[in-house]
C-alpha cells in the first residue's frame, strides 16, 4: 500500500511539472516604426498550431510566426531529465504612440487547449533624428550596479557613433535629484543619480567623495539594472537610476553635495575602415572610448531645529513608537534586573541616544547595551528597531515603581517635537542575604520567642554590674565627645556626597574617561572577532561619548564644528583637536567606504586611544 501511494504521489507530481505552459514575452516599451519581437513560447513541442486570440491592433505584423524548437537533457544523480520548447516569434512594427495590449494565443496540446497571458505595451514617438532604436528591439540591454558594471545596451537600439567627438552633452548626461531642497538638521534626504543616454555605453566608473557636514549610507540597487525608455523633448532616451544615497545633514546653511565625474567607456565606430575589409578580417570597425560624464552638483538649505525640549533624543524621523520590557519583576537585593526598551521609526536611528531612565536612587546603573534589529535603509530613512538593554540593580529589599519611560522626536511630517513613553514598572525586591533592609522588611524579621507569658522576676532591680560605676567619670564624658565627633564627621560625609549627586555635570565630567575605556575595550572585543560594523560604532560611541561628558553637551549638540568651537574655548591646542576631528572622520568613512572594513581597524583604533589619552 505504501508503494502504491508513493508510485501515485510521483506519478501526480511528473504531472503537475509536466503541465503546458504557454507564454507571451515581449518589452514593455517601443518607438514608432522600430521593430519589435513578440514571443510565444510553449514548454513542449506536441502541439497542432496556434490561434491569436485577437488583433495585433496598433501594429505591422512584418512576419511570423516562426517556429522554432530547442530541447535539452540533463543526468543529475544518475535520473535523466529531458525538456523541449516551441517557440512562436512575431516582428512587428509599431504605427502610433499610444499603449496597446497585445492578443492572447492558444495552441491544442496534449488534447486539451493551452491559452497565453496578454501584455501591455507603450509605444512612444520615433526620435527627431531617428538615432534611437536601430533595429533591435528595445529593452533587451542590462546594465550591471556597481562603480565599474559593464552594459549590453548595444542590443537593444542605442545609435553608434563615428567618435567621441560626436557624442555632445544631449547625448550622454546625469540628473541628480534630491527628494527635498529645504530640510532640517538631521533630517534624511533621498539622492537619486539618474542616466540618460542615446548611445551604448559598456562601462561606467565614479563614486561619491566624502561628504562634509553629512552623513552618507548608499542604497543598495539590483546588480542587474533594466534601462527603461523615457522621452525628452523629441528624443527618446535609455534611462536607469544609477546610484541613490540618503544623506542625513549634521550641521546648518547651506551645504553643497558636490558634482561626480563618473568615466564611460562608449563604443564608437571608426568610419575610417571600409565595412567590407573589416567583415573579411581587415579590422575591428568598432572601437571604444573613454567620455567624462558630469553628474552635477546639489545645493542643500539645512535649517536648525527649533528649540530643543529636554528630554530630546536626537531622534529625527517618522513614525516612533516606544515599548519597554521589565524582566523580572520580583528580584531578591543584589540580583539584577533588565529594562528592554525597544525604539521603532523611520529616521535616523543610527545617531539616536538611549532613552533616559529614572532609577531609583540606590540601584546601581549599567551603560546600556544597543542592538538593532531588522534596520534597513529606505528612501525615507533608516527603518527599523534598536533595542536598549538597560541593567540595574537594587540593593535594599522593597516595592519601587519606575516612571513611565519617555521618547521626544523630531516628526518631519508635523514639523514639531512629539514626546512618547511607556507605561511604570513596578518591582519587588526581597531582602538578600545578609543585606540590611528598610522599611517593611525589616518588621518581617521579628520572630516570636515564645507562645508562654515569661517569668516575672519580683522586687527591687540592680541594673548596674558589680564593681563598675562609669557615670560621671572621665571615660562617660569623653564617650559623648567620640559620639559628637562621629556625628559631625558622617554629616560632613552625607552633606558631600548628597553635593557631588547634585551634581549631575561634574559627575559626568569626572566618569568621562572610565566610560570611554569600557567603549574602546568593547571595541578591542570586536577587532579581535574581525566584527568591522560593531567595531566603528563602539569607536565612534567612544570619541562621541568623550566629548560629550567631557564638555557636557546633549545629544542635540555634537556636530564638528560645535565641538571644534568647545576644544578651542577649553585650551585645547588646535593640533590635538585636528587629529581628534581627523580620527572620528577616518572612522565615519570607513564604516560606509567600500572595500574591506577590516584593513584599517587596528589603526583607527590605536588613534582613537591615543587622541582620548591626550585629550
Known amino acids: 500500500m505504501f508503494r502504491l501511494r508513493t508510485t501515485f504521489l510521483l506519478f501526480l507530481v511528473t504531472t503537475l511539472m509536466c503541465a503546458q505552459k504557454l507564454t507571451l514575452s515581449a518589452p514593455s516599451q517601443a518607438e514608432v516604426g522600430r521593430r519589435i519581437r513578440v514571443s510565444y513560447m510553449l514548454n ?20 511570423g ?28 512594427s509599431p504605427k502610433k504612440e499610444g499603449t496597446y495590449t497585445l492578443p492572447a494565443a492558444s495552441v491544442n496540446s496534449g488534447g486539451k487547449k493551452v491559452t497565453s497571458n496578454t501584455a501591455r505595451i507603450e509605444v512612444l514617438p ?3 533624428n531617428g538615432s534611437y532604436g536601430q533595429s533591435n528591439p528595445y529593452g533587451s540591454g542590462q546594465q550591471q550596479g556597481g562603480g565599474s558594471s559593464r552594459s549590453q545596451a548595444n542590443q537593444g537600439g542605442f545609435h553608434t557613433p563615428s567618435s567621441d567627438e560626436n557624442i555632445g552633452g544631449k547625448d550622454l548626461y546625469f540628473v541628480v535629484s534630491a527628494s527635498k531642497k529645504k530640510v532640517f538638521e538631521q533630517e534624511a534626504i533621498l539622492l537619486t543619480y539618474k542616466l540618460y543616454s542615446l548611445v551604448n555605453v559598456e562601462q561606467l566608473a565614479g563614486e561619491m567623495p566624502q561628504l562634509d557636514g553629512f552623513h552618507t549610507q548608499e ?12 522621452r525628452v523633448g523629441n528624443r527618446n532616451y535609455g534611462t536607469v537610476v544609477w546610484k ?22 562608449i563604443v564608437v565606430q571608426d568610419r575610417n575602415i571600409d565595412p567590407f575589409e573589416a567583415f573579411f578580417g581587415g579590422g575591428n570597425l568598432m572601437h571604444r572610448v573613454k567620455k567624462v560624464v558630469k553628474a552635477p552638483a546639489v545645493d542643500i538649505q539645512v535649517d536648525a531645529l527649533p528649540a530643543k525640549p529636554a528630554n530630546f533624543s536626537g531622534a529625527v524621523g517618522k513614525g516612533f513608537t516606544i515599548s519597554g520590557k521589565l524582566t523580572p519583576q520580583q528580584i531578591d537585593a543584589n540580583d539584577a534586573t533588565t529594562l528592554t526598551l525597544t525604539v521603532s521609526g523611520t529616521g535616523n536611528m543610527k545617531l539616536i541616544n538611549a532613552p533616559n531612565v529614572a532609577w531609583p536612587k540606590d540601584f546601581e546603573v549599567y551603560d546600556p547595551k544597543t542592538t538593532e534589529q531588522n534596520t534597513k535603509l529606505t528612501t525615507s530613512g533608516s527603518s527599523g528597531k534598536v533595542t536598549y538593554e538597560c541593567v540595574a540593580v537594587p540593593h535594599h529589599g522593597g516595592k519601587y515603581v519606575i516612571p513611565a519611560v519617555e521618547f521626544c522626536y523630531f516628526d518631519t511630517e508635523t514639523r514639531q517635537y512629539k514626546t512618547i513613553q511607556t507605561e511604570a514598572f513596578e518591582l519587588a525586591v526581597a531582602k ?16 516570636e520567642l515564645g507562645n508562654d507569658i515569661r517569668y516575672i522576676h519580683q522586687g527591687a532591680a540592680d541594673l548596674r554590674q558589680p564593681g563598675v560605676d562609669t557615670f560621671g567619670s572621665t571615660f562617660h564624658w569623653l564617650s559623648y565627645l567620640v559620639l559628637l565627633l562621629l556625628f559631625f564627621i558622617v554629616l560632613f560625609i552625607f552633606r558631600r556626597q548628597a553635593k557631588a549627586n547634585a551634581d549631575m555635570a561634574g559627575r559626568r565630567v569626572r566618569k568621562a574617561g572610565k566610560a570611554a575605556s569600557k567603549r574602546l575595550k568593547k571595541a578591542a572585543q570586536m577587532l579581535q572577532a574581525g566584527d568591522a560594523g560593531h567595531f566603528y560604532d563602539e569607536v565612534m560611541h567612544a570619541l562621541w561619548g568623550f566629548v560629550a561628558d567631557k564638555l557636557n553637551l546633549p545629544a542635540s549638540e555634537l556636530n564638528k ?15 590635538t583637536t585636528e587629529q581628534f576631528l581627523a580620527v572620528l572622520s577616518e572612522c565615519e568613512f570607513a564604516r560606509f567606504a567600500p572595500g574591506d572594513p577590516t584593513t584599517n581597524m587596528e589603526h583607527l583604533y590605536n588613534d ?3 587622541i582620548i589619552n591626550k585629550m
Open 244 to 265: 541613490q544615497y540618503v544623506v542625513f545633514p549634521q550641521k546648518t546653511g547651506k551645504l553643497t553635495i558636490p558634482a561626480i565625474d563618473y568615466e564611460a567607456d
Open 219 to 230: 542604497i543598495e540597487l539590483p546588480q542587474q539594472r533594466s534601462f527603461t525608455m523615457e
Open 44 to 63: 513542449t513541442t506536441d502541439f497542432d498550431h496556434i490561434q491569436l486570440e485577437g488583433d495585433f491592433n496598433g501594429f505591422d505584423v512584418q512576419f
Open 561 to 575: 564644528d560645535n565641538v571644534s568651537e568647545k576644544l578651542m574655548q577649553r585650551g585645547v591646542d588646535e593640533t
Open 432 to 447: 538578600g542575604s545578609g543585606v540590611p533592609t528598610t522599611g517593611y522588611a525589616q518588621q518581617e524579621d521579628l520572630k
Open 65 to 92: 510566426p516562426s517556429v522554432s524548437t530547442s530541447s535539452s537533457i540533463s543526468i543529475i544523480n544518475g535520473q535523466t531529465t529531458q525538456t523541449s520548447s516551441t517557440t512562436f516569434t512575431y516582428m512587428l
Open 608 to 610: 582613537a586611544t591615543d
Open 126 to 128: 520615433a526620435s527627431e
